[in-house]
């Protein structure tokens, strides 16, 4: 199969959890009846955006995988024979979560999971509270429709994350995300936000010759805490070609579940005219793996000796 | 200094290399007296864009460094006491050639010098023709504005690059370039083309929080060979701030000099809000260095064996 048929959930969420995911069970199947092969949901679907604040009673809604979020996404899968790309707070061990992506196949079974490795941590996201950092790697999931590179979020921002997704073999860049504006800023700094949001995920699309598929929650969620005025979550969840070219968009306040088709076979026709792969200089991008290459500095110099005992020696 | 008055010669060229180079140092000097502290010329400024064809006669073009041409920049760098980016057709050797950066000092000095690391090879660009890939790595060079992450063309479609180049320091990135349309394309498959060729370098400036400054020429050049339509350089040279934004652009088909103020200040605030550099996984991305990292194939099984002997000894 080259083109697959994929819907984004564009989905606005509420205090009730068990509310959201009935929301989110039912996008899958009108989407599947409309001829989706692939549903792909936001991140952390099943619950408003908590890491606005950091309180501990949050974690209650953490659970295992598998557990019973994925065992619905699992029976929706089944039912509906498509694959879905959910999302779900994983309880690990003991205070040990991820923020994870479950890819469920068309058949029910688990195709795979993608724990969150960039985790964000600032104003409005006090991720790193929640989330230890992931450990699976940027390896793509095989799934009947293809293998796909999903990350989440933050991870967007990372052209490396990208980049090992590609030459790991993905055929599509996957991205459930939550990101919106802080109603503060003004109308320009909105829209500067936002579209370098679109364009780094763009480019990923470019330099890797992928199709980039992000679904982004909508609707206005308080801060709890009431440090801030919350978030503004944006929407405009989107889907692009394999050269960047964004093809579906969805608005900003409106939850909406989107159509695309994405054709995987032009990645080839598009390799063939922008060979990156075949070019890069693996032999020179070593310090990709430092945080930083800068020169080394001097050494601090040793402080004078004003005490009486060194004087005394210079006479 | 934060504040930098950067001038982009966008030139048309001609056969003639004595009047290309007289046209890149006039507006070197009407730069400088526009208040420039930094003049970046395009790739190759002092010729056509000869890589359309493979032909021995144009390695006559090319001289070492320092030579002819770094002493024309030099001179006119301390004449007009700016910092210059120009570009040479490296001869380092005997049959061992590069496509050079060479970063000229006000003071006339040479700061440094940036070989192309990646070299394109496809009709209407046989660069692997003429230039070995470059060995200088991807380490931004030292000025009194500010230090540079200087590259070339090609080089703009890596994130690795631009990557490697922020954490070695650099403050901005520059990539003089030589890219242009087929005329054979049509309208939607160009303007395709072009903003791809933009939101890749956009991108870099917003995952590496950096302004970029990207010169181009215009004109069209036939193809000498004439293999194909030649190309139609598509201009359009421009510079972004530190998060992407397109601040000054040039047109498609017309020779221009474009002023623009840099504020490399603004990494500093950007990076406050935007803190990748910080979140990076450098524990997770050392397989950036892997050609692909596909899970390992079967090995090829033994052929049947369909002769005599194998079926004798089944019996």
Redesign the interface.
Known sequence: MNTINVALVQQSMQADTRANLEVSLAQVQMAARRGADLVVLCELHTSLYFCQEKSARHFRLAEQIPGPLTRQLSLAARKNRVVIVGSVFEKRARRMYHNTAVVVERDGSLAGIYRK??????PGYHEQYYFV?GDT??VPIQTSIGKLGVMVC?DQ?????A??MA???AEVLIFPTAIGWDPEDDDEEKQ?QM??WQ??Q??HS??NNLPVICTNRTGHEKDLSGTTRGIDFWGHSFVTDA???ITTQGPADVAETLHARVDLSETKRCRQ?????Q?????????????????PRDPMPAPALPDRESRKKRR
Do not use: C, T
């Not at 921002?157 to 994350?161: I, S, Y």
């Not at 005219?273 to 792969?277: E, I, K, Q, R, S």
């Not at 070019?279 to 020169?295: L, T």
């Open positions: 490795m960039h985790i964000p941590d600032g950092a790697g940027f933050w921002w990372f052209p490396e994350a980049r090992l030459i790991g073999g500067r579209q370098a364009i780094i763009q480019s470019i330099s050269f960047g070219k005219v922008w060979p990156y792969l070019d890069r200089r693996i032999d020179a991008y070593g310090n990709i793996s430092k945080r930083s290459v800068d020169a």
